[in-house]
Every structure is written in structure tokens, then in C-alpha cells.
């Protein structure tokens, strides 16, 4: 079976028994209950999803994907802790919104699951968020130069980039975004963009969907790459970049967002290949 | 049956059919004749190069390629809207040069298959058009620093190389080529050159045959990346570019125009290994 | 058998026929005495480590990794000299820390096994060395401007990173590390450091265990390019990079020292696989 | 049969036959006569290491390799005119050192086969000519910084890298070395090094064997990268290269002299993989 759960343990069920312990005080308390059965075909997709991200570059043995369960909006999915490339639907673990697993079965969840509970708190019109360090995108988070929106295909980064700099808030860090207070800084940083960088540490792409949120990820590699080549040349030649402006990204963006399936296809039929 | 047609349905009958409809003023408008059938290898040239540009890393998910219709130059092939890694020759249309589908079957056609239509309508002598987002040619549709021909193979841009800005004629747009006046415009700007960048967004690349298509399509990229390095060296060093004259470049191209199917066999003989 | 010795000749044994040679003062000298039975395991780990160095990239035809022996301090164990991505646990072979062979049975080791030694004569610390000539470390070695900590992953390099430029105390030289001298002066130039570069050669990476060496040798390779790419920009736009702090890289780097098994994981089944 | 001639065509015997046309001087000259039988094995390297350049990235479908016949000095094996990828035993053709086939068989030569004619000619030392539109070469070629040796694998680099332009001897050209003249030029402006620069077009690289010319011609390739690398580290932060001194480059050189065998066996061990 390769359905969370079965019916009797539907949200309002359990919720019931969160609030009602047996034992009293002094037991710990229950896991949050599950948001419900979810198709095994949507566990399959968030599993291709983190080996398409592995395999087109933007994760390396780290990063992570989530998505919010699919009937359950206070209910996320997301692989146990494993390099991305290995996942499996079997890995797939379902969280509440505070982080806190609802059948951990001695799986652990990645440390830094809270960039997507707080960012799913904070916006209702996110169902999909990737965490990365893809390589051409740290070095946006390290350096003045805002990341622009080179081409079409990442349109929407014409929205602006934020970077969420961790020490401003809570000075020297281990860098990780390991508990709630930092997830909601970040989330906050975020505010209503589509990406956020994460100083000298990767970035976060969130979208709609599982296949925007890839889209979204891929894409903010490939345009990095492109800003990069083009300040080699503004560099040695000068003149500016002529960037897609706020106008032509949004009209851009939402043509994006009817096409993805196209690229979704491709990259997963080789993710599926190896 | 791979051929597009049989002869019954070549053109000269079915032009007949379309000024003459059966119903009256309120049907819908025929669709175009086909231009006759095509041989199966040019099909499956065709949905080769789509590979070979895909394996070559000119294509991503997106691009697209077209040949003129081998018999009749009042028509064209492309494949249907699909990752153009995936494209077999079953994938092909017919289209006339007002990018109406002969015979669509169900099918979708490219958003932007208005790049083909009209360049083919301007430019008798061109037989094939790759139309991509190749990854080290967008930077240069975003400064102000003109592609030139860093070496012999890509000879042909020292013919110069227009950059058709999409906004200069039709303000903040979605950046597609999604018509006929923008697709006209493109053609207009490309005017008789092999190549045109086009701003935030990608190029086209043109030539006499689909081996020449492609070679440009894949030497545009690699040149892009040579001269990427090369400004890397003259910002650090000073000096600039000895990139070939307009002479040497018409001379090389001349010698490329011949050699051009050592390449294709090779790159062929690897894309259908996969 | 893949063990390195039998029990009988365990060190204490065979120290004492080191020290009492049966044929006097004209004979030539024994080799040391093995450090005792390896586990075959920890060969094949070895051999594994040395593959995924090169299928990572970090070594090309060149480079090696060894390891100190897992029972007796005063070991080490790497590979004859061999291609590092053709290297099988049967061709490890074991030195004392002057670098003289165990058990050589007609294997030759690397000229720069001094490297190795030497730094495991100075850092107790240490149970892996990776000496390699990394891509994109190289040109760190050759430029004033030091390596610094990108991110996270690369934590360990915000403690600094030395160069070690042979020309300083021996002169013109082939650049190689063949012999003691220089091994301990490469050691005492790494100092208590994860990582030193080699001018115009490459670079040394040293960890607590072997998973650690692998981890730090791979990602200082990718730091590198991260920095390249950060400097493309600031060398563009301007501004300055903001790179870890010392103190946000030893916190940092604490979480990487618990979590270098999931990479390693990864990139041994990937080596494996071929 | 994989040799070229049996015993009986040996040089003696057809040189006689060369200076005695039966025909007069009516008939066309007879082509030069072969310089003698060579073993398979010879044959079988000479193809592997065509495709080791192309697995290694310095042909893509163009380049060529040559070595100079193992017992006649005045001959010169090398492929018919094929993408290197492709090159066989089979494909491998005789010339005497004006370029003229021993035995076409209907098979054409490379049209820059004066490349390596006239270097044979010039140098008594050299064993194995690679000409190659090599991807990180070409920039070099095309500014007026010199190319360095950054490590000491491509110590060769630090006898110096001279420029071959053939526009300042022969104007404006296809920018090929189709003849004896350019040919003779290119092997002038080599002079005694290892390697030179052919502006706007590619490099050409020499030893004294096969296995030093595919070495050369590799880390010609490699020490291009690091050298761009290196540029963008000083074109951001300032400073100089510190790259090997001439005398450090001889003294590394002697050192890669005699390992070349260890990255050879590597090398065509993939490239026989495929």
C-alpha cells in the first residue's frame, strides 16, 4: 500500500486524539495527525521531482523539495533525509506546518524542513518550495549585484530577488535554517516573490505547483549562469544588460506558467532513465 | 505510411478545394493544401537534428527547428509543440507560410512557429530555421557588444550579427514570437545575415539546408562561449579581439559550406544512440 | 585473502627483525613492519574514495588519497602509483610514516607520498590526506587574492587557507613534492589548517577520516568555482563578497563533520555504478 | 590483413619503382611509395588516441592526429579525412612528408594535412602532430596576452606559446593551412616549442611520441581553462599570475616526460569504452 494512511485516520479523527491524551501530563504528545491519503502518483512526482533536480544540477547530495498535501493545506510532503538523488516514494514523510512529522516510523526528517513549513504558513498560494545551493546561484548571494531576469523562460525573477542574510537577524550562525524563528524570517524575506537567496548558502524557490516549483528552481540556475556570462562581457566591453523589465516578466511569466508541463515531461522521463 | 500525402492530395487539387468550399460562407476555412509527400528520411532528418540540437546543448525543453518542404517552397515542417528531445518523425506538420497546419490530426503546432513562416516568406534561400535559447548566446542579446567570429567554424557570423529587441516596435510584450507582424519584423531585422540574437530571449539561426541549420545553430553556441573567454582575457589584460574580417569570414564560410556533413554524421550517429 | 598481513606479522614482531637483522651490516635494510590487519572494508572504501575523487572531478589522471592505518598511527595506506579512477583495494599498499613501503611486492608508490606523510607525522589529528590538482583550484595557488568560505558546505575554508610556494625555500624545482623535506614543508605550511594550496600544482585537503578528506577535497573544488563566479560579478558590478565569518564557518563547519555520510553515500553508489 | 604492405613493397623496392614510371612522362606520377609495414598495435593507438581527443574534449567532429611512421622517418600515418570520434585502424592512411598518399585507395586526406607535413619536415624531434580547434585554446589565439603554464602538468606551456597569424604572411584567408606554404609557415612560427597558437582557428601540438602528443595537446587544453580562471580572479582582485618560471617548467617537464603512460592507459581505456 502506498497510501499514507487509510481513511480512519483522517485529519478530524485524530486531530481528536491530539487534544484528548490517554495518559495525562506527563506522556508525550501525540504526532499531528495525517492530512489524509494522498495518490501514490503524487508521491511518485514529488520522488522524480527531487531526482530531476538532481540530475539538471541544482541540487548536489543536498537540497530538498516539499509540497503541500494535496487536501490538507496545513499538511506538507517531503523525502526523510537522504541525498535527493536517492529518493523514493518510500522516503516521502508528511509534516504539519510546524515541522513536526505525523508517522515519523524512525525516519528523520532534513534539519532545515522549516524554510518550508514557515514559507507554507505564510503563503497560501504556495503548494510547491525547493531549498538548493545550485552553483551559480550562491555567488548572487554573496555580492551586491541584484540577479535580473535574463531571458524569458525565468521571467519570473523580473519580480526582484530578495537575499535573506542570516546574520542580520540572528548573527553568527551555523547558516542553516534549523527552527522556526529563522524559516519565518526567511519566509518573511520572501514576502511575495517566487525566489529568495540565502547568503552564503543557496536559495529557495517556491510556486503553485510541484512542476512550477521546479520550473521555477531549474530556471534560476540556468539564468544565473546567463547573468554571470553577460557581466563577463559587460565587464570587459562595458554597457549595461538590457533585463527583462517588471512589465515584460509578468506578461513572460504567464505564459510560463501554461508550459510546464513540456520541460516537467522531458526532464522526468530522464530522471526515470538514470 | 510515413509520407505526409498521397498524390491525389498534392496541391494544385487541393488549392481548388479551398477557394471552392461545399458549404457555403459559414464554414470554417479549409486548411491549406499539403505540399506533396515528403520522403521518409527527410522526416527522420528532420526529427534527428531536433535530437542532435537537444544532445548538443542548443536546446533545453524548448527550441524548435523547421525545414522548408522539400517540393514545394510554400511550405514547411516542424514538428508539433513537444520537447524537441523527444521528437520522431511522427511528430512533424505541414505548414504553409502563414503557419497554418496542413493536416494538424489533433496536433499543436509552436507558439512561435511565426519565426519560420515568415523568414522563409522573406528568404528564398533559406531551407531550414532553428529558432533556440541556447545557454552562452542569450548574454549577447543583452549588451551592447556585438558577436563577432572567434575562429573558421564560425565564419559565418562575421557577416555581422543583428539583434532583433522585440520591444523596440511592440513595447513590453510576453518576448514570444507569437504572430505574424513580430515574425515579420524578426525576418526583416535578421535581413540577409545567417544569425539574429534576440533580446532577452534567444536567436535564430538560418541556412540553405538542414545540415547547415544545424551546423550554425551549434557553432553560434560555441562561439558564443569563445568569445565569452576571450573577453575574460582582454578584461583582465587589456588588448582586444583579433576576430576574423568580413573577407577571411566569407572566405572560411565558403570551405565550411562544404564540410558540413562530417559533422552531421557524427552528431546524427550520437543522437540516435541517445 | 584480502588482509594485509597474517597475525604473525603483526608490528611488534616484525620490529624486532627490522631491528635485528640476520645477515649484518652488508644487507640491505628490511622493510617496516605492517601496521597490522585492514579490514577489507576500509580497502574498499579506500579504492571507492579514490574513484569518486576522479568521477567527481577532483582528480584527473593524477591525485590520491590515503588514509592512516586504522589500528596503528604510525601507518598509511594508498595506492601504487595508478590512475586514480582505476584503483582497487588490491592495489593499496602500506608505508610508515618515512614512506617506505610495508610489503611493496614490486608495486611502486606515488613520488609524492611525502605529502602524506608528512603531514601525518605533524597532525594527529589527521586520518586523510587528498593531494590533487583540482580544476578550479589551481588558479587560487597562482593569484594573490586568498580562497575563501562561499558557503556553508565549504565552512572548513573559513579558517584560511595557506599557499605553499615551493620556489620559496628550494628554489626552481619540478614543482613535486619527492621527498621529505618538502612534505614538512608543505605540512608545517598547512599548519593546523583543513586545506593549503600548492603554487602553480594544486592542493592538499586532510580530514579527521576518510569520508571527511573526500568531502573537503570535493568541496573546495566547488568553492573555487563559486568564487571564480562571485568575482565575475563583483569584477562587473562592484562591491565586495560576503563570505562566511570564522565564526560562522566553525559553526557551520560542526554540522558538516555529522553529515558527511548522506554525500558520501551518494557518491560511492554513483562510483560504483561506473 | 591490418598491416600496410607486405615485405615485398618495402621502401627500397618502391622508391625504385617511383623513379622508373613504365608509362612516360605521359602518365601520372605514381604515388609515393610506402615507407614500410606497421603493426596493428601502432595503427590501433594512433585511432584510440583520435578518439581520446574527442572523449577529452579538444576535437569535437573536427582535429586530427598524426605520428610520423615508426621506421621511415619520411613518411607520416594518419586518418582519411573523418570526424576524429569515428576514426578506426581501417581509416588510417600513408604520406610522404609533401602530403602525397602512399595509397588513397579512394580515401581523402584532411585538407590541412600540411600542418603535419611541414612540421615533420622542420623537426627531426617530433614524433606526433595534433591540430586542434581545442574549445578554451582559440581565446588565446585571439588576444595578446601570451599563454602560460599555470601547473606542472602543462610545464611544456613555459618554454613559451608562440602565435602563428596567417593573415600576416598570407592576407586575408579561408584561414586554413591547405598547402605547403602555410603549412611551412605555421611549422616556422613553431619553431622549437611544444606548442603554437593559430589565431582564429586552433593550436597545434608536438612530442617526441604519440602518448606525449595527446598529453600536450590535453593540458594545452586544461592549462587554457585554468589560465581563463586565473584571469578572472586578477581581472576582480588585482595581482599577477604566478605561473611557472621557464626553468621550473623544464625541470617539471623531464618529470612529465616519463609519466605519460599512466594517464595514456587511463585515457584509452575510456575512450575504447566509449
Known amino acids: 500500500m502506498r497510501l499514507f494512511n487509510c481513511a480512519c485516520h483522517a485529519q478530524g479523527f485524530m486531530a481528536q486524539a491530539v487534544f484528548a491524551p490517554a495518559d495525562g501530563a506527563g506522556a508525550p504528545p501525540l504526532p499531528p495527525a495525517s492530512g489524509g491519503a494522498v ?81 507554507y504558513k505564510l503563503r497560501a498560494d504556495v503548494n510547491c518550495v525547493v531549498h538548493s545551493h545550485s552553483p551559480s546561484v550562491v555567488p548572487f548571494s554573496l555580492v551586491g549585484a541584484p540577479m535580473r531576469a535574463m ?41 511575495d516573490k517566487p525566489v529568495a537567496l540565502m547568503r552564503a548558502h543557496g536559495s ?21 549562469r546567463l547573468q554571470i556570462q553577460a557581466a563577463t562581457l559587460t565587464g570587459a566591453f562595458g554597457g549595461s544588460i538590457a533585463a527583462l523589465s517588471a512589465e515584460e516578466g509578468a506578461l513572460a511569466d504567464a505564459v510560463n506558467l501554461n508550459v510546464v508541463s513540456r520541460p516537467w515531461e522531458l526532464w522526468k522521463e530522464r530522471a526515470l532513465k538514470g
Chains 1, 2, 3, 4 share one sequence.
Open 39 to 119: 495518490p501514490a502518483s503524487v508521491l511518485d512526482d514529488l520522488a522524480a521531482a527531487s531526482r530531476i533536480l538532481a540530475q539538471q544540477g541544482v541540487f548536489d547530495a543536498f537540497g530538498h523539495i516539499s509540497i503541500r498535501h494535496p487536501t490538507n493545506p496545513k499538511r506538507f510532503l517531503m523525502s526523510r533525509s537522504l541525498a535527493p538523488a536517492l529518493v523514493t516514494a518510500d522516503d516521502i514523510m508528511e509534516f504539519d506546518l510546524d515541522c513536526e512529522a505525523c508517522e515519523a516510523r524512525g525516519r528523520s526528517g532534513f534539519l532545515e524542513r522549516f524554510i518550508h513549513g514557515e514559507i
Open 204 to 224: 529557495v524557490a517556491v510556486g503553485p505547483s510541484l512542476q512550477h516549483g521546479v520550473f521555477r528552481a531549474i530556471y534560476t540556475e540556468v539564468n544565473a
Open 151 to 191: 531571458y524569458h523562460n525565468a521571467a519570473f525573477l523580473a519580480q526582484g530577488v530578495p537575499v535573506f542574510d542570516i546574520s542580520e537577524k540572528f548573527g553568527a550562525t551555523d547558516m542553516l535554517v534549523g527552527n522556526h524563528a529563522k524559516g519565518a524570517e526567511l519566509a518573511r524575506v520572501l514576502a
